[in-house]
T-cell receptor, first 113, second 115 residues
Framework: KQEVTQIPAALSVPEGENLVLNCSFTDSAIYNLQWFRQDPGKGLTSLLLIQSSQREQTSGRLNASLDKSSGRSTLYIAASQPGDSATYLCAVRPDGATNKLIFGTGTLLAVQP | DAGVIQSPRHEVTEMGQEVTLRCKPISGHNSLFWYRQTMMRGLELLIYFNNNVPIDDSGMPEDRFSAKMPNASFSTLKIQPSEPRDSAVYFC?????????????FGDGTRLSIL
């Protein structure tokens, strides 16, 4: 059974710092992996999607990497800003036959001005 | 461009009452998902539909939960009778079917409190 873990559960950093969020999954046979952002009282917003054949994806100050063999993904945020404060969730799609996503429990990020 | 629309945003009701949550997916999206989010269990998939047909309902916790999608623009999640442990935030999401590398788009959720 696929399990997705995110460590740490919470992280506080000063503005301007570069940071890394971690996501681990137990079964390396995945179809893709996605990173989402969730603001308080809101739904999830997709940030980056990495296909199983890819190693990384970039969007602005965000860079997500994927290492299937070790069951790990990281989300790198450069030059963090207070507006980056949110909960970040990773989700694994186990296979291409279904649309199911298995979510991690998230990392609550606070960027202090 | 309208996103996924859920109603109501908040629902407070007494134990034993019937609760109906509503969702309007993004136009043109053929897949629709219902999730439940709690502090203890995180985000869990309850059921999803492709072209209005339920594909996987293995996440539906009990027979008290039911979901329907009568047409491409509307879905409901019903709990009858409701219990305090059903208190959670319920999200609806949609995506284009068949394009499995397209992300799911989430609504803002319904915060349900069962007293």
């Amino acid at each position: 059974k696929q399990e997705v873990t995110q460590i740490p559960a919470a992280l506080s950093v000063p503005e301007g710092e570069n940071l890394v969020l971690n996501c681990s999954f137990t079964d390396s046979a995945i179809y893709n992996l996605q990173w989402f952002r969730q603001d308080p009282g809101k739904g999830l917003t997709s940030l980056l999607l990495i296909q199983s054949s890819q190693r990384e994806q970039t969007s602005g100050r965000l860079n997500a990497s994927l290492d299937k063999s070790s069951g790990r993904s990281t989300l790198y945020i450069a030059a963090s800003q207070p507006g980056d404060s949110a909960t970040y969730l990773c989700a694994v799609r186990p296979d291409g036959a279904t649309n199911k996503l298995i979510f991690g429990t998230g990392t609550l990020l606070a960027v202090q001005p | 461009d309208a996103g996924v629309i859920q109603s109501p945003r908040h629902e407070v009701t007494e134990m034993g009452q019937e609760v109906t949550l509503r969702c309007k997916p993004i136009s043109g999206h053929n897949s629709l998902f219902w999730y439940r989010q709690t502090m203890m269990r995180g985000l869990e998939l309850l059921i999803y539909f492709n072209n209005n047909v339920p594909i996987d309902d293995s996440g539906m916790p009990e027979d008290r939960f039911s979901a329907k999608m009568p047409n491409a623009s509307f879905s409901t999640l019903k709990i009858q009778p409701s219990e305090p442990r059903d208190s959670a935030v319920y999200f609806c999401a949609s995506s284009p079917q068949g394009l499995y590398n397209q992300p799911q788009h989430f609504g803002d959720g319904t915060r349900l409190s069962i007293l």
